[in-house]
């Protein structure tokens, strides 16, 4: 037993001092994981800011100036052009000149003064159809206010009912407290998946594998010096991007830090796992990464990092089922935004645990396999 | 005229014929070295028609932003009438999936069960509210962790509540006064379908990801099994070393780019407005964007290893988060917006979006298409100047 232990952190301290040695993979494995989660925490946003409009004011009267100067004032949207005549508005969205056109008709105040309902055109550029909807959803709060206030100054009866939408957990429904603790679940994903879907790849290729064969290892005690080096990087990565999500970016971190990390070490085995069983099969290193890229791209989009699951049809929120980033997702926003703590996050440890064992038990059969 | 001899140059003329049909046959036999080596290890192939066929698949099915069947909690303390109706509204919304709860505590606990995303919830005075002279207040409760989701769920709650209001001052026999209301056109998209803005763009993902993984690893590979000092001991140019690479590279490269245009039209229903033409061509130039990229990352690394992580981390993901497929570039702080300029992607998923939704809009097409000339000229030239035949 102790020998095994001894020859288990051997192969470790090999595998590291592998990794390390080399400057090139030394800073491949620190420097970008960091640099992208500062840009990607400032860049992944669905917030909209200073989005180009241009008016088309046939009106010029006192309602469409205060309700020009309404949407001016928000900040999601910069004007960038007054139209004139009708045939200037298809250009302006087909060159992507300006993203939404404001149109008013010659009748607005008119109508409005008289007390006739009337509308407000906006044609907005439909090529993004996300930032599309959410620029009429940040228009449609603006007319409602507009409205509000227009039915109190001229006497009307305010409406029957009014809401008061408040947000739990992200008050000011800032993206980016979304993002970037999913930031950290990518970022871990990626690292520590390429670290173990190369590592027998890489043996093969410079014959140094066969050497290790002759050695007294055995398959369980290769498999080992090759899980840990991935779940320390693992743990080592997610750390110093947790620390940046607090200190940098100040998402507050509400839950406690032990489930966090319960979560990520069940997360780093389900990968690690999947990571061995691509390194066992694959044969040159650009068969590994093929894999891992198999792996890692469906893991991220099958998630909920950018897109809801809920949104997903039924067939396909099923399968999202055997992912387990997508309850390491969960776990890292819970404990971040929600305050969880190990308690409830039960529903989300024990599928990880259980995908956990099944890979690395399918991992090591390859691997036996592999070796003899 | 046996000007030959008379004109010494053209014999030079004649040699340097000669010389370039030599070359042609080196550049063959490269070539032909190449796809031995695609056709033996399949993972070529599969990174060629395996990957755009499986992340298609996945990407077109598994990302939407439409959100259906919103699970919400309807908290109502003094049932009547009119909550009736309000609450019926709710039911009747394709967007909602309205479970009612006794007390405001258990609806709490489901939304922090994740079982529920949102709470309306309507106090015990609300009838008594509707009456009075002031707008009787409706709580709205939602979960804002996912904000982008929070926002739009918002928006679906408003749209159901002016629907309320219209509906109650008619059965009151007033009318509900909305002095303005919206009119809106989405163009190119109407029915904001999100997968017809999506698909286009993934394709866009997906060539980025194809280009850098075929020739990421080639160069770096032939220094690591020790080959690129057998071939620079050949007469071989370096040119025509990188073209032998190149060209079969992006013949696969454009396979994949087929099937993946297929795949959107024909199985993902995305109208293809412009003209085919221009979708070749702009798809031909980003390609060699991506190729000689990827070529760049493997002459720089000459390990397998550091050219795969280099690959990932350099392309896919900016390509995915920078590019403007999913998040919108004019919201990001004004360093990222420059950075996003860099990063090859961004053009040409902004020349899918024109070509397959609003048709060949020539302002865009051009601008973007200089562009992505730019940037492979830079790149095929570092890439040039990086490789040299000579041994560290």
Known sequence: ?372 | MNGNVKYPYLRRTEKQDSCSAVRLMRLRGLMRKEAYQIIRDPSSIGIAFLLPLVLLLIFGYGVSLDAKDVPVGIVVENPSSQTESFTAAFSGSPYFDPMTFGNIQDAEQAVKERKIIAIVWLREGFGRDLLSASAAPISVIINGVDANNARIIEGYIQGVWVTWLEQYAASTGQIQKIPVSLEQRIWYNPEVRSRNFLVPGLIAIIMTLIGALLTSMVVAREWERGTMEALMVTPVSVRDILLGKLIPYFILGMGGMALSVAMAVWLFDVPLRGSFLVLFGASALFLVVALSLGLLISTAAKNQFLAGQAAIISTFLPAFMLSGFIFYIGSMPIPIQWFTHIVAARYFVSILQTVFLAGNVWPVILANCAALVIMAVIFLTLVRRRTRKRLE
Not at chain 1, 30 to 45: D, E, S
Not at chain 1, 50 to 73: F, H, M, Q, T
Not at chain 1, 86 to 101: F, R
Not at chain 1, 237 to 247: C, F, K, Y
């Open chain 1, 1 to 372: 037993m102790m020998t095994m232990w001894r020859r288990i952190i051997a192969l470790t301290i090999k595998e590291f001092l592998a990794l390390v040695k080399d400057r090139r993979s030394r800073t491949v494995l620190i420097v970008p994981p960091i640099i992208q989660l500062i840009i990607f925490g400032y860049a992944a946003t669905f917030d909209l800011h200073d989005v180009p409009y241009a008016v088309y004011n046939e009106d010029r009267g006192v309602a469409s100036r205060e309700l020009l100067a309404a949407i001016e004032g928000s900040e999601a949207f910069r004007p960038v052009d007054y139209l004139e005549k009708d045939s200037q508005v298809a250009p302006i969205i087909d060159n992507k000149g300006a993203t939404m056109v404001v149109h008013f008709g010659p009748e607005f105040t008119k109508d409005l003064l008289l007390k006739r309902p009337t509308e407000l055109q906006v044609i907005v550029d439909g090529r993004d159809s996300n930032t599309a909807l959410v620029v009429l959803g940040y228009l449609r709060s603006i007319l409602i206010k507009f409205n509000e206030q227009w039915n109190i100054a001229h006497g009307e009866r305010p409406p029957a009912a009014r809401l008061n939408i408040r947000a739990w957990f992200n008050q000011n429904l800032e993206s980016r407290w979304f993002i970037v603790p999913g930031v950290v679940g990518l970022l871990t994903l990626v690292v520590t998946t390429l670290v173990t879907a190369l590592s027998v790849a890489r043996e093969r290729e410079a014959g140094t594998f066969d050497q290790l064969l002759v050695t007294p290892f055995r398959p369980v005690e290769i498999l080992l010096g090759k899980t840990l080096p991935g779940l320390v990087i693992g743990v080592i990565e997610a750390s110093i991007i947790i620390l940046i999500a607090i200190l940098w970016f100040n998402v507050p971190l509400r839950g406690s830090l032990a489930a966090l990390y319960c979560g990520l070490f069940l997360f780093l085995l389900s990968t690690i796992g999947v990571g061995l069983a691509i390194s066992s099969i694959a044969v040159t290193q650009q068969q590994g990464l093929l894999g891992a890229f198999l792996f890692i791209v469906p893991s991220i989009i099958l998630s909920g990092f950018a897109t809801p699951i809920a949104n997903m049809p039924p067939l396909v929120q099923d399968i999202t089922l055997i992912n387990p980033m997508r309850y390491f997702l969960i776990i890292l926003r819970s404990v971040f935004l929600e305050g969880a703590n190990v308690s409830r996050l039960w529903p989300n440890y024990w599928p990880m645990a259980l995908i956990g064992i099944i890979n690395l038990t399918i991992a090591s059969m390859l691997f036996r396999r592999r070796l003899y």
